[in-house]
């Protein structure tokens, strides 16, 4: 009799058992499943700035987190320049924070090669969460990509127990590879759309697109017997911008300007940012005494109102330019030397706008 009251209870202790298995084996597939369905999503994202939002407030709400950030590691500001340059403030991206390196960030990037687990330290780790409030424990996961790192994604939860040392990391080392592959992914997309003939920060052509579209305006110059211009402009104390507020204020005042020149250009010219802080324009069918007039507009227009610096606090800035005009003849054949001389000429009159005093057109024609 004693023998049948143990094994009923060896039994029902054995179902219980196999409740609790069956029910943690139901919520492990259903988190499997999530899992698969996020990560389809992070490998399918269709560009770049889809791809952060779906890293940040994506995986926070897909997994239940307080705070979800994405440190990317952006020395050269290459990934700022490829959003700003398709229209999208860094601000938009709550979450994504660009930095130079991820030492200083927290003491844990010191030897980042696995996903660290275990308390918030607000001491520590508050510069991984700005602006998070009641995190108690979190996970730290290096990006890497061929042995370099490209970055840190970081969850962060107001459970204790969420995050601890004694958690398997398996599934966030997964996790992390594959974000990995997808930011490495998202960017180099992004700079093949763009980088072909276009400049990253501002949208405008570069000056690969600008050397090949000057041969062919050239030629048709020389065929309708017509005059071709050419604006190099430059930004005044464009240095002192950059030593006051930063370089990224710089390029918020480089792709301001930029809009405010765009908004002047007609169709039929050719716009390109010809190298740092200069940009040019080339004139098709148009006479001196307009480009001149189309000159003074753009000048006035890039001053017209004080540019946002993205920290606070704005500036205003001037341009200088200069004008060259070039009418190839009829058996003209060397264009590529003719263009040369066309830049060269607008360079030696720009030149002679900032030495004449800066914030004026001068021509050399």
Sequence with gaps: MMVSRDADLELRRLKERLVVL?????????????????????????????????????LADSYGLNAV??????????????????????EAFAGVHFVDSLTGMAPQFGSFHKPWLGPYLGADHQLVFPSVQNLRSIALMPLRRQERPVGSLNFGSSDPARFTRHHATDFLNHLATIASFCLENGVNRALLVRSGVTDVLTGWHNRRYLQARL????????????????????????????????????DNVLKEIAARVNDEVRESDVAARFGGEEFAILL?????????????????????????????????????????????????????????????????????????GRDRVAHNC
Aim: glycine share 6%; with cysteine; net charge negative.
């Design 284 to 356: 098709p069918d148009s006479g001196l005494d307009s480009a001149r007039r189309f000159a003074e507009r753009v000048r006035a227009a890039v001053s017209a109102s004080p540019i946002d610096t993205g920290s606070d606090s704005a500036v205003t800035v001037t341009v200088s330019i200069g004008i060259a005009s070039i009418r190839p003849t009829a058996d003209a054949e060397d264009l590529k030397s003719l263009g040369e001389q066309l830049l060269a000429e607008a360079d030696v009159a720009l030149y002679r706008a900032k030495a004449e």
């Design 69 to 90: 950030t994405l440190l990317v590691t952006d020395p050269d500001h290459r990934v700022r320049h490829l959003l700003m340059g398709s229209g999208h403030s860094l």
């Design 215 to 250: 041969q062919e305006e050239l030629a048709r110059a020389r065929r309708d017997a017509s005059a071709l211009i050419c604006l190099l402009l430059d930004v005044d104390h464009f240095k002192k911008v950059n030593d006051t507020y930063g370089h990224l204020a710089g």
């Design 22 to 58: 069956t029910d943690e084996a139901a919520k492990n597939e259903i988190i499997l499943r999530r899992s698969q369905a996020r990560e389809l999503d992070l490998l399918n994202a269709q560009d770049l700035p889809v791809l952060l939002r779906l890293l940040t407030q994506g």
